[in-house]
């Protein structure tokens, strides 16, 4: 069964810094894309990073372009997020979920359950 | 960047009724397309692929259709379970940008 948990997230202060994990179970992780998924309180989904099976390639959405480093270990089958220079707008849950082929963007087949992200003082 | 529009934001329509939910891009995408579904309180759910393809395990009642810049997602024979709200998303190059989201409600 594919799994994925994240942690990580909590109460941090604007312009603080967060490290999310995604430990994921279940698949050969070091075969599938990943994806960070946020979706702020009451808001729609919003698309946040994706790295490739091998970290070759790597992309980010301009909103947290320059502040949000997506990163994978995959002899630990884990997937991280690591977020500076955090902003009120950063307020989310954040979702790791799984792409559908090693190297090319893909829809999310699966889904963890999210760790929720608070940005306030 | 190329920009997702759902519409309509939110519907409502009783149990037994035919629902269609339109997703526009602002440029071409072929049929790189996918939709969710998000139960309240839930993780998203992997539905559609490739504009028309269903997921493993998606009931037969949920289709989808498009390619290019319009696309539509019809549940035939809507369900009390299939209160939620759907977004559609498109994969044909980076950034992945979701549309807005169709809440669907039972009258």
């Known amino acids: 069964e594919v799994q994925l948990v994240e942690s990580g997230g909590g109460l941090v202060q604007p312009g603080g810094s967060l490290r999310l994990s995604c430990a994921a179970s279940?698949?050969?992780?070091?075969?599938?894309?990943m994806n960070w998924v946020r979706q702020a309180p009451g808001k729609g989904l919003e698309w946040v990073s994706y790295?490739?099976?091998?970290?070759?390639?790597?992309y980010y959405a301009d909103s947290v372009k320059g502040r949000f480093t997506i990163s994978r270990d995959n002899a630990k089958n884990s997937l991280y997020l690591q977020m500076n220079s955090l902003r009120d707008e950063d307020t989310a849950v954040y979702y790791c979920?799984?792409?559908?082929?090693?190297?090319?963007?893909?829809?999310?087949?699966?889904w963890g359950q999210g760790t929720l992200v608070t940005v306030s003082s | 960047d190329i920009q997702m529009t759902q519409s309509p934001s939110s519907l409502s329509a009783s149990v037994g009724d035919r629902v269609t939910i339109t997703c526009r891009a602002s440029?071409?995408?072929?049929?790189?397309l996918a939709w969710y579904q998000q139960k309240p309180g839930k993780v998203p759910k992997f539905l559609i692929y490739?504009?028309?393809t269903l997921q493993s395990g998606v009931p037969s009642r949920f289709s989808g259709s498009g390619s290019g810049t319009d696309f539509t997602l019809t549940i035939s024979g809507l369900q009390p379970e299939d209160v939620a709200t759907y977004y559609c998303?498109?994969?044909?190059?980076?950034?992945?940008?979701f549309g807005g989201g169709t809440k669907v409600e039972i009258k």
């Open positions: 790295i490739s099976s091998t970290s070759s390639t790597i």
């Open positions: 998303q498109k994969y044909y190059s980076a950034p992945l940008a």
């Open positions: 490739g504009a028309s």
């Open positions: 440029q071409g995408i072929s049929n790189y």
């Open positions: 279940g698949f050969a992780f070091s075969s599938y894309s």
């Open positions: 979920a799984r792409g559908r082929a090693a190297a090319v963007v893909t829809p999310n087949d699966y």
